[in-house]
Every structure is written in C-alpha cells, then in structure tokens.
C-alpha cells in the first residue's frame, strides 16, 4: 500500500479514535479531574514509550505555553463533556479560530484579512446558538467551560505557531504531565468500577497515546487541506458516537450552532491551506 493511502486511512482512524473520547469520558463514573490527571498520566507514559530516544524537551516560554494552552485544553474539554452534551463540549471547542485570528496579529505578527473578520461575525453567530436551548445551571457552565477549551486550544495553537521547527510531541508530553498532577488532589476518595477502569485506559493509552503516534506519522505525508477535511471527521463522530452509545442529545439550536459552527471552520481551514500550510491540533 503506497504511503499517502496509508496515511489517509490512518489520519481518518485517528480522527475517529479522538472522536470515541465524549462518549468514553461520559461512561467513566468518577471526579472529571481524576479522570483527565489518571488519562493524562497514561497518556504521558504512552507516548514516552512510543518515542523513547526521540523527545527534547527545551523547557521555554514559548513550550511551557504550549504545555499550559494543551493541559487547559485537556481539564476543561473532560469537565465540559461531564457538565454539558458531547456535542455542545467538543464543538464549542472548534471556536478555537476565531481567538486565533483576535490574537495572532499582536502576538505573531500574522495579518488577520477581512475574509477573516467575516468568518468571527459567523463563527461567533454560531457559537451563540448553543445558549438559546434551554439549559439547566449545570449545563450552562459547561458551555462556558467549553468555550474556555476552544480559548485554550487557541493558545496552544498559537504558542505552537511561534516555535520555528515546532514538534507538537514535546509539548504534547509536558501537557499531559501538567495535566496528571493537575489531577492528582482528587484520586482520593471513591473509586471507578471495573468497567470505569478500562474506559481510562482506553483513554489514556489509545485515545490519548497511540492516536498521537498514528498522528504525528500521518501528517508528514498529507497535506493541510487533506488533514484538515479528514479530522473534521472528529466534531462530527463525537455527539454520534454519544447519541447511540450514551443515548444522549444536542438540543435543536445546538445542532444549528454546531452546522454552522463546522461549516465556517470548514472553509475557512480549506482556504487557508490553499494559500499556505497550517497547523494541526494534536487532538483531546
């Protein structure tokens, strides 16, 4: 098999794995912070194993940003996923765009045109849409929470975009790390079932780990307007995969939101690496 078919098919595996994660995070009854510090614990030693000999951790401003953008990421991805749908979590998450196109010319320099103005105005729109269902206090906060997880994947991204030969790797790892002791004040007290535990390890070593290595193989040989349409593969699976496996629901207007939501992120992401290459999350 030539390698750019394969990499398209593992580019589309890894979407779909980071996908599986709503409804994994859904099925483990436990403290939302233990969850992410044990997934990212697993995490973090997965991907040490997977690239023994490869890592180099510099330890800057710039990394340790990445790292805290990354580890935000994580936290508030897992509470929201808890506290709202899956569908409202993750899609609130793909906003990440429009604080990178705000920021990037303050902090990168990096012009932001008037095609990118049109696309915050819709995107913002969007994003809107999710708060006219009707939410019970808990689900209102995790919305907010999930919009806190699209600002801190914009600041990962951003911090990324800032390292000349940046490897999401390093910082990847020094993420999850954060993560984990983030994590460690709640492990005491009640425990997972069996069955909680192996949706953790799941979690931290498929989901989290493997995935990551399927990633970082895959986009060397694609391009970014390929890479980018396959893990739009993500937002869409997520609420599915919880719809039938969860059984639960987006409301009306968040299914609104969330089209609209994708859609603009869509374009915009397939223009934008027409003109030039773009970076990658490296997934939650």
Not at 26 to 38: E, F, H, R, S
Not at 114 to 127: E, Q
Not at 157 to 180: F, I, N, Y
Request: with cysteine.
């Amino acid at each position: 098999m030539p390698d750019k078919t394969k990499a398209i098919l593992l580019m589309a595996a890894t979407a779909l794995i980071w996908s599986s994660g709503g409804l994994a995070i859904k099925l483990v009854q436990w403290n939302p912070m233990a969850i992410t510090g044990v997934r990212s614990a697993l995490a973090a030693a997965t991907l040490c194993v997977l690239f023994r000999g490869r890592l180099t951790f510099g330890f800057n401003r710039v990394q340790w940003g990445a790292a805290l953008g990354y580890a935000g990421l994580l936290v508030t991805n897992v509470a929201a996923t808890k506290l709202t749908t899956s569908a409202n979590a993750i899609l609130l998450a793909y906003t990440a765009p429009v604080y990178v196109a705000l920021l990037a010319p303050w902090l990168l320099g990096e012009r932001t045109r008037r095609s990118d103005w049109a696309f915050i105005a819709v995107t913002v729109g969007g994003m809107a849409l999710f708060f006219l269902d009707r939410l019970s206090a808990t689900g209102l906060w995790g919305n907010i929470i999930a919009v806190g997880t699209g600002i801190s994947y914009a600041i990962f991204t951003l911090c990324m975009r800032s390292q000349k030969d940046a490897s999401p790797v390093e910082s990847v790892v020094l993420g999850h790390v954060l993560t984990a002791l983030a994590g460690l004040p709640f492990l005491f007290g009640s425990l997972p079932s069996g069955e909680g535990w192996l949706g953790l390890l799941y979690l931290g070593i498929l989901q989290q780990g493997v995935s990551m290595a399927l990633y970082v193989w895959a986009i060397k040989r694609l391009g970014a307007l390929e890479a980018i349409l396959i893990m739009m593969l993500e937002p869409i699976f997520n609420p599915v995969l919880v719809a039938v496996g969860y059984g639960e629901l987006p409301g009306p207007w968040a299914v609104v939101g969330g089209v609209t939501v994708i859609g603009a992120v869509t374009l915009r992401g397939a223009l934008g690496a027409i003109r030039r290459p773009t970076f990658l999350s490296p997934g939650r």
